[in-house]
């Protein structure tokens, strides 16, 4: 028998895919590989979120040994789709059981929520150490946004799989420090000492001169160079709440100085393209998603970012768009409870706003006063790229990764 590899990525989405739930174990990966380690990806294969067209069945890439495995997309627009597409790729992992015996770690992430189970038993069954990536928290966060049932029997399933999980994981990966607080009060089988905290990241790009950003022609149509861009980017699904946004903007819709811009994916998309048209809320322009250069002159020529949480969800997810607005070093406005660790990033170091969901007024006068004062918006700006800098670049959050996975090998 061959010698085991050092690590696998477990995960539905990687390279070349370009949310974040593909970018971010791929960076951790290729940093993995960068620090001497063996690792492979046993991942599903590209659609939705793919810009390259075809791509290989199984090849080596950035020293990755990659396998994509085929199963039923269908659109995640509707709860019973992504159900669909959640079961059929942990099948498409369950048939393959057998090779997980072939590395010492497994690092798996919460997305799909049953996923994780394979790795559990993994654990158990080859002795294989377990790594689980608590991107959200499951059925708890699918409670709140009612997409299950409490007493439901996809809410049990999940309950029984979390018992599981936790009773055979050596480390969860929490993306927030009220994330593992949550963690610990809910999880009686998980002790500190098992729960790490390393938030999500964004690549280091120098701020850029955003003159030839005024000139792209998708945006030529908001004059950017004339009216406060606020901008929306990334996931607009069950999780972010847009209501709140939505009625700042029909209380804006008069104010010639500000434009809104929203770009990304998401189940709630279509919702706000209809309420946009149907309102005449002419003020606001939704893009698709917006990739390389489009998305970096997107981020250059805004002047405020806005990210949000449906209410009841902090500390049971993290918006990882965030990271790529503090890159920018503009001001953010954060819908999503004061006490998280985004907010209180934007508060104590004075580079941005914070509030509940449905403080309409607060948002409002956020957006109103940051058009009035281009000093403080150069301020908080300054104030947030810092913030980046030390705590949410990719090197930074992926050395974290690294260090874990060498303590978890080097544990016998």
């Not at 477990?10 to 590989?33: G, M, N, R, W």
């Not at 689980?132 to 946004?145: C, G, K, L, N, R």
């Not at 979390?162 to 809910?186: C, D, F, G, P, Q």
Request: some cysteine.
């Amino acid at each position: 028998m061959s010698e085991k590899r050092d690590v696998l990525f477990l995960c539905q989405y990687f390279y070349p895919e370009y949310v974040s739930s593909a970018t971010l174990p791929y960076d951790t990966a290729k940093a993995l590989t960068k620090a001497g380690f063996s690792v492979s990806a046993l991942c599903g294969y590209p659609n939705e979120y793919n810009k390259d067209g075809e791509v290989p069945v199984e090849e080596v890439h950035e020293g990755i040994k990659i396998k994509r495995l085929k199963y039923l997309q269908l659109k995640r627009s509707n709860f019973i789709g992504r159900l669909i597409n959640y079961f059929s790729f942990t099948f498409a992992v369950f048939l393959r059981f057998l090779s997980l015996r072939n590395y010492k770690l497994i690092i798996v992430y919460s997305n799909p929520p049953v996923l994780p189970l394979i790795a559990a038993w993994a654990s158990r069954l080859f002795n294989t150490k377990m790594i689980f990536v608590s991107y959200d928290i499951y059925p708890e966060m699918a409670h709140i946004t009612k997409s299950i049932s409490e007493n439901g029997l996809i809410s049990r399933m999940m309950q029984f799989i979390n018992k599981r999980i936790y009773k055979n994981v050596n480390k969860v990966v929490a993306l927030s420090k009220e994330m593992k607080e949550y963690l610990l009060k809910h999880r009686e089988q998980l002790e500190e000492q098992q729960v790490e905290v390393i938030p999500n990241w964004y690549d280091a790009k120098p701020i850029e001169d955003a003159s030839n950003s005024y000139l792209n022609n998708k945006f030529a149509d908001l004059k950017p160079n004339e009216n406060l861009i606020v901008s929306y980017f990334g996931n607009m699904g069950i999780c972010q709440d847009l209501d709140t946004i939505l009625e700042a903007i029909r209380r804006l819709k008069n104010d010639d100085e500000i434009r809104f811009v929203f770009a990304g994916h998401g189940n709630k998309m279509d919702q706000l393209r209809k309420s946009v048209k149907e309102e005449h809320l002419d003020k606001a322009v939704v893009y698709d998603f917006l990739h390389g250069q489009d998305f970096q002159d997107a981020l250059n020529i805004s002047d405020v970012f806005l990210v949000s949480l449906f209410d009841g969800l902090t500390g049971l997810a993290v918006p990882s768009k965030t990271y790529s607005y503090m890159m920018a070093g503009k001001p953010v406005i954060a819908i999503m409870g004061v006490r998280s660790d985004i907010s209180k990033d934007l508060l104590e170091n004075k580079a941005g706003f914070a509030m509940e969901v449905g403080e309409v007024d607060r948002l409002v006068s956020s957006i109103v006063n940051l058009k009035n004062d281009k000093k403080l918006r150069i301020e908080m700006g300054l104030n947030i790229r810092r913030v980046f800098e030390e705590k949410y670049t990719t090197e930074k959050a992926t050395s974290k990764y690294v260090e874990m996975i060498k303590e978890a090998l080097e544990d016998k």
